[in-house]
């Protein structure tokens, strides 16, 4: 079946620690791919996509993420977290882009950073 | 320039009872999607609009569920005999066009059917 994996459910790390969110997909063929965050009282918002060329794509806040089409993942990371990442983060796809564009989330890693 | 809005932002509402949600897309946008969020879990597609018209409704769970887009511009979403099932955050997301443009959320309205 198709899908979208978030193995993480919670993840904890310092501020200023580097940070890995992990994503892996199940599809025949790459999918589009999305980073959103998602905050308390706040919409979903992009972070970053990757659609074709360059595997490491990068994107606001400071992320980036690398696709990598032998493991299908597309994990998220920074290198440094500030207090204001804690938040969740939902990886997406997209497998269809000819009409429309219907996002297939995961089902989200809540990241705590503490002081 | 605003964002996509949401009314209300919480609605509590019996087992049985009818409710709609509304959606303010951005301005000129022509693409509209609905999307269900339940409790620890990812947002689940819905209902995707083009202009007016319901370009694929294949999220929609049962025929419980319908939403409108008169006018291409404000969307409502109707749940009809209302379960608790139905309880989870519903987002509306608008986009410039079809095919793939950003997806701009709005804040969601929580439903808690008691």
């Known amino acids: 079946a198709q899908s979208v994996t978030q193995p993480d459910i919670h993840i904890t790390v310092s501020e200023g620690a580097s940070l890995e969110l992990r994503c892996n997909y199940s599809y025949g063929a790459t999918p589009y791919l999305f980073w959103y965050v998602q905050s308390p009282g706040q919409g979903l918002q992009l972070l970053l996509k990757?659609?074709?060329?360059?595997?490491l794509v990068q994107g606001i806040k400071g992320f980036e993420a690398e696709f990598k089409r032998s493991q299908s993942s597309f994990n998220l990371r920074k290198p440094s977290v500030h207090w204001s990442d804690a938040a969740e983060y939902f990886c997406?796809?997209?497998?269809?882009?000819?009409?429309?564009?219907?996002?297939?989330f995961g089902t989200g890693t809540r990241l705590q950073v503490t002081l | 320039g605003a964002g996509v809005s949401q009314t209300p932002s919480n609605k509590v509402t019996e087992k049985g009872k009818y409710v709609e949600l509304r959606c303010d897309p951005i301005?000129?946008?022509?693409?509209l999607y609905w999307y269900r969020q339940s409790l620890g879990q990812g947002p689940e597609f819905l209902i995707y609009f083009q202009g007016t018209g319901a370009a694929d409704d294949s999220g929609l769970p049962n025929d419980r569920f319908f939403a409108v887009r008169p006018e291409g511009s404000v969307s409502t979403l109707k749940i009809q005999r209302t379960e608790r099932g139905d309880s989870a955050m519903y987002l509306c997301?608008?986009?410039?066009?079809?095919?793939?443009?950003?997806?701009?959320f709005g804040p969601g309205t929580r439903l808690t059917v008691t």
């Open positions: 997301a608008s986009s410039p066009s079809g095919g793939w443009h950003e997806q701009y």
């Open positions: 990757y659609f074709s060329g360059d595997t």
């Open positions: 301005s000129g946008h022509t693409a």
């Open positions: 997406a796809v997209v497998l269809n882009t000819g009409t429309a564009s219907k996002l297939t």
